[in-house]
């Protein structure tokens, strides 16, 4: 299967702390995404990292991609309430087709 | 922000009716898609769509499901006779091209009773 998968399940954290969420996948890809998603609601693009990238930041996130390992991190720095979310990685083999992880639940505790 | 709109939000159906979801993907987008979420488990692939045909699928969008892009800017999921075990989440998402990020609605809650 190429799906990814997350861990931890689950994570919880103080405010302020930072989080970090891991993604290992098994197959070769061209690109991963990582996506948050609150409860019952759709799921936000957060950062796409293509095969030849190793890192790549937005904001307080921070992406990591090691195809050697086929794994992949997603680091939340000085995290808020507002944070609280799932977070996913996504893989793709072809392009069109991403497979989704069962995702790390994170919680921050104000 | 350009955003992928669905509706309907909620829609409750009686086993064996037609269910016809709704998506309107970012207009300047070629490639249109359609995932769902069973409650409590991953997000899985049904299909893409670009250039008016259907690109890939998986095993799950089998002769119960169609799409169809009916104007130059709805994308439509038809479940031709709906069973229990479809109820789930279904996200429609579009991106510019393959391979690039892919931006998903809100989704559509589908109760199957």
């Known amino acids: 299967s190429q799906q990814g998968e997350e861990d931890p399940q689950a994570l919880s954290i103080q405010e302020g702390e930072n989080a970090t969420m891991n993604c290992s996948y098994k197959t070769s890809i061209n690109n991963l995404q990582w996506y948050r998603q609150n409860s019952g609601r759709g799921l936000v693009h957060l950062i796409l990292i293509r095969s030849n990238e190793r890192e790549k930041h937005s904001g307080r996130l921070r992406v990591t991609l090691d195809t050697s390992k086929k794994s992949s991190s997603l680091l939340i720095t000085a995290s808020r309430a507002a944070d609280t979310a799932s977070y996913f990685c996504a893989t793709d083999l072809t392009g069109n087709q991403f497979y989704f992880g069962t995702g790390t639940s994170l919680t921050v505790i104000p | 922000e350009p955003e992928v709109t669905q509706t309907p939000s909620h829609q409750v159906t009686q086993m064996g009716q037609e269910v016809i979801l709704r998506c309107v993907p970012i207009s300047n987008h070629l490639y249109f898609y359609w995932y769902r979420q069973i ?67 809100e989704g559509s809650w589908l109760t199957v009773v």
């Open chain 2, 39 to 105: 409650l409590g488990q991953k997000v899985e692939f049904l299909v893409s769509f670009y250039n008016n045909e259907i690109s890939e699928k998986s095993e799950i969008f089998d002769d119960q499901f169609s799409v169809e892009r009916p104007d130059g800017s709805n994308f439509t999921l038809k479940i031709r006779s709906t069973k229990l075990e479809d109820s789930a989440m279904y996200f429609c998402a579009s991106s510019t091209f393959s391979g690039n990020t892919i931006y998903f609605g």
